[in-house]
């Protein structure tokens, strides 16, 4: 059986590798990556860390607008679909690569399976919540993280479409987890475990207004910890324009990591602030309180269980809700237990497979 994942951006890489170990010897897996991230710390850095095997085709889209930025990737990969006949197109998460790989695929007839399917805002401002609505909709097999999530589906009326397997992100976070373990990992200059938080902004929502990110960058900065602020190029790239600096009172600026390094330095944070969906989830998986910088999240259960506190109109309550005490511990494990690869696997063989009946 043939299968083809299609990625993009960073957050997919990460997701991709526990998949690509579970499809050694199982499946043939090609890997089309659509170039929406091509700098070496957004991209490569997590094919080689994580030991992905490196891209069949990378189309080189990089970045644009969103309907210029997606079509060029639907264009690219029905091509790629075309050369490669694939009996399923894999698509992960919930950016412009994923809707653009799911579309390409429906259109040729080629099934398409989601990972991370059923996770909603119910933000319609955000694009990933157009992309993850339409990727779900459009795909014949959806891999759903969590229990909310299949609520979520069967609500839309694809329940029989969906199939729990937990996430895989709990999967390379357990796999990395243990090797930093073995070979001790160091922290950026000048910061010890526990006296610093870690940050991350990079949602449209809070970048691209002025007055928002003047206002994130100055509670940041006001913070009473070293805040090891890891600037994705949006980040950087609006700050500039907006003439605001990110070299500020408690701010340590720094490029983003690679997956190792920012697990390493989440687990000794004295806390994560972030706007990040994975981070918030890191966080909780690490057991580090996380402030998210949104007016809700696709990831419930960590506010459910205390580990996860939202703050976005009212930012003036940064400082007191990331400097508040830590939340109950708990062993609640609803990201399941780390073997969400090996089950979304066996639901593709199983479902597209050569000994499948649905095979369209
Ligand atoms: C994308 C995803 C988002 C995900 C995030 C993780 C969509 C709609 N959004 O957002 O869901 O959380 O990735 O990082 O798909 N840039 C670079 N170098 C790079 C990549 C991007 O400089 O390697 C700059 C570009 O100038 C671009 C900006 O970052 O203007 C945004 O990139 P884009 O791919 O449009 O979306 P992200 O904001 O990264």
Not at 42 to 51: A, Q
Not at 81 to 95: K, M, R
Not at 174 to 194: C, H, K, Q
Not at 347 to 358: K, V
């Amino acid at each position: 059986m043939r299968i083809l994942s299609v990625v993009g951006a960073r957050p997919q890489f990460v997701k991709l590798a526990p998949i690509a170990h579970a499809m050694r010897g199982r499946a043939e897996h090609l890997i089309a990556h659509t170039g929406q991230h091509y700098d070496e710390i957004m991209s490569e850095v997590f094919f080689r860390d994580l030991d992905i095997p490196a891209p069949d085709f990378n189309l080189g889209v990089g970045s644009g607008k969103h309907g210029a930025q997606t079509g060029a990737m639907l264009a690219g990969v029905e091509e790629i679909i075309e050369s490669t006949a694939p009996d399923c197109v894999l698509v992960y998460g919930d950016t412009n690569s994923t809707l653009a790989a799911a579309l390409a695929a429906t259109k040729l007839h080629v099934p398409v399976a989601h990972l991370e399917a059923g996770l909603r805002s119910f933000n319609r401002r955000m694009p990933e919540e157009h992309n993850r609505v339409l990727t779900d909709h459009s795909a014949d097999l959806l891999l759903a993280p969590t229990q909310v999530a299949m609520g979520h589906l069967a609500t839309e009326g694809l329940a029989a479409r969906s199939i729990l397997v937990g996430d895989v992100m709990t999967d390379v976070l357990f796999t990395v987890r243990e090797s930093l373990n073995e070979t001790g990992a160091v922290l950026p200059d000048g910061l010890v475990p526990g006296g610093y938080y870690i940050a991350t902004i990079h949602r449209p929502d809070n970048t691209d207004g002025p007055v928002r990110l003047a206002a994130i960058i100055g509670e940041l900065a006001s913070l009473d910890k070293p805040v090891l602020l890891l600037a994705h190029p949006r980040l950087r790239n609006l700050a500039e324009k907006h003439g605001i600096s990110l070299e500020q009172g408690s701010i340590v600026l720094s490029s983003p990591l690679a997956y190792p390094e920012l697990i390493n330095a989440a687990m000794n944070s004295a806390g994560v602030i972030t706007d990040s969906g994975g981070l918030q989830k890191e966080a909780f998986l690490l057991r580090v309180p996380c402030t998210t910088i949104r007016p809700e999240t696709e990831w419930v259960e960590t506010v459910d269980l205390g580990w996860n506190v939202l703050v976005s109109e009212n930012l003036h309550q940064l400082a007191a809700t990331v400097h508040r005490p830590a939340p109950e511990s708990t062993d609640a494990a609803p990201y399941g237990d780390g073997h969400a690869a090996e089950r979304s696997v066996a639901a593709l063989l199983a479902t597209f497979g050569p000994q499948s009946a649905n095979r369209l």
